[in-house]
């Protein structure tokens, strides 16, 4: 079968592999679509300290498909069931799992190699990362379950109530799914960014208002034009960081209203930090809160957000391309063309 190998940062070679049998535990699956993310472009520029333990490796991490083989003792699916998985599984054993932080598993089983015809699911992701799909949710639609389930997970931190003024801060493929189920909760949602294409999104994604950063220069400039669409010019009940660069962190920070609360959510390069006002952090009385990561239950949230279609999926792609297509759908995200691709074997 065909599959996407990396080799290396800025080495990626679609080849020809062996399929995957499945073991004990474990399913394979015929993958119906692919999607690419951040996360992928960040790992083919630079690779990832975790995501590939050795090289070369499968790459990809967001797909759906259907099942074509079972291993022994699978009774939770069944060939030709459609289905998703999410790309990791906490142990449930290590502190961080016993006290309920199991996005910050010590032990985070990964699963790469999604951008390929084929993939076989671990035991444990299987157990309990794993999920059917109804026949009226596309392929398609269900592949970035990943990343939804992260910001779910955002979500669940963030405190956004009904009649919150919520400001995000990068109309990416995160920042879309942060308008859209902030919307969900009763929000009213300001977008920021300097890309005319992903305010436009973000408009038709529900925003009320969109700020347009492009020839705003420092981060104060920034920030004062993010407050000024707010009521009474007084900022966000709740902002949302959703790119991943110390100076839109600080950004995000200097938006909010007294007392306000901060989602620092894009992941920054190794080395990174950022500054805060530490005047304005004690009488305003901030709240700064770091999210990485998800766990099942943020997963089977998102889940049920794509096969209801509270949450569709399909909002998020711009295009379906086929799986060779790989290398030149990264390098249009990076320039900016598009945000997510699907990409079908």
């Not at 993939?119 to 059917?132: D, G, L, Q, S």
């Not at 766990?295 to 399909?314: C, E, H, N």
Request: glycine share 12%; charged share 20%; proline share 6%.
């Amino acid at each position: 079968m065909r599959a996407w190998m990396f080799h290396g940062p800025g080495d990626l070679r679609l080849e020809d592999v062996e399929p995957g049998r499945p073991g004990p535990g474990e399913v394979a699956v015929e993958i119906k679509a692919a999607a690419t993310c951040g996360t992928d472009l960040k790992s083919y520029r630079r690779g990832h300290p975790t995501l590939f333990p050795s090289l070369p490796a499968r790459f990809g991490h967001e797909f759906a498909g259907v099942v074509t083989e079972v291993g022994e003792g699978v009774t939770k699916f069944a060939p030709g069931e459609r289905v998703v998985a999410a790309n990791t599984c906490p142990c449930g054993s290590c502190w961080a799992c016993t006290i309920g932080r199991e996005s910050l598993c010590e032990n985070l089983q990964y699963l790469n190699g999604a951008f390929a015809e084929q993939i076989v699911i671990p035991k444990a992701i299987v157990e309990r990362n794993t999920y059917t799909i109804p026949d009226t949710l596309a392929f398609e639609a269900a592949a970035p379950l990943e990343p939804l389930s992260t910001v779910v997970h955002g979500m669940a931190e963030s405190g956004i109530a009904l009649g919150d003024t919520v400001v995000v801060n990068g109309a990416g493929p995160i920042g879309q799914m942060y308008i859209r189920l902030a919307q969900l909760r009763g929000a009213s949602v300001i977008a920021a960014d300097f890309s005319p294409g992903r305010l436009a999104q973000a408009a038709e994604a529900g925003a009320v208002a969109t700020v347009d950063l492009a020839g705003l220069e420092t981060v104060a400039d920034k920030a004062s034009a993010i407050r000024a669409a707010t009521p009474h010019g007084r900022g966000a009940d709740v902002a949302v960081e959703a790119v991943g660069l110390p100076e839109v962190w600080e950004q995000t920070v200097k938006c909010l209203r007294p007392g306000g609360t901060a989602v620092l959510f894009g992941g920054p390069k190794a080395g990174s930090t950022f500054s805060v006002d530490a005047v304005a952090m004690h009488y305003l009385e901030y709240k700064l809160v770091g999210v990485y990561h998800h766990a099942p239950r943020y997963v089977q949230i998102a889940v049920k957000l794509l096969s209801t279609g509270q949450f569709d999926g399909m909002t998020l792609c711009s295009e379906v391309r086929g799986l060779e297509a790989l290398i030149d759908s990264l390098e249009d995200m990076s320039r900016g063309v598009g945000s997510k691709y699907i990409l079908r074997p």
